[in-house]
């Protein structure tokens, strides 16, 4: 987990030298806070205009796939922040596979979720046909 961190600390860090760079270079002399203004609104906007469109597509099926996508985003950020959270306390090992294994637990508890839904779905279908049949 440390490794990952530390790399993707090694990614970030490089691409903010290479947009400071580039920017000095085409003669803006943008602070650090102008290129978070700027880096940010519009990977913001991107990634907005992105799930917007496959949340609008995905509502005409299934707004329990909306909630999911939702969930599992806030899950990916509690887990990372407790696996962090315990390598500053020091009060457990900060480990990759613990993450890994967090978010196998939210997708089984999901699963046996869709499943009694599907239940639900299927005897309510049952019943209904029943109650058509009898009239």
Do not use: P
Request: glycine fraction near 8%.
């Amino acid at each position: 987990m440390k490794e990952f961190i530390l790399l993707l600390t090694e990614v970030v860090n490089a691409l903010h030298d290479l947009i400071g760079s580039s920017t000095k270079t085409v003669g803006l002399e943008l602070t650090d806070k102008d290129l978070h203004l700027w880096v940010f609104g519009i990977v913001g906007l991107c990634s907005f205009l992105f799930v917007h469109f496959i949340f609008r597509m995905l509502a005409k099926y299934s707004v329990t796939s909306i909630s999911f996508i939702y969930t599992f985003t806030l899950m990916v950020i509690l887990v990372f922040a407790i696996e962090i959270q315990q390598k500053i306390t020091g009060r457990g090992k900060m480990e990759f596979d613990d993450a890994v294994v967090s978010l196998w637990g939210f997708l089984l508890f999901f699963a046996g979720f869709l499943v009694l839904k599907g239940i639900g779905k299927g005897v309510r279908k049952f019943l209904k046909g029943r109650n058509v049949k009898s009239q």
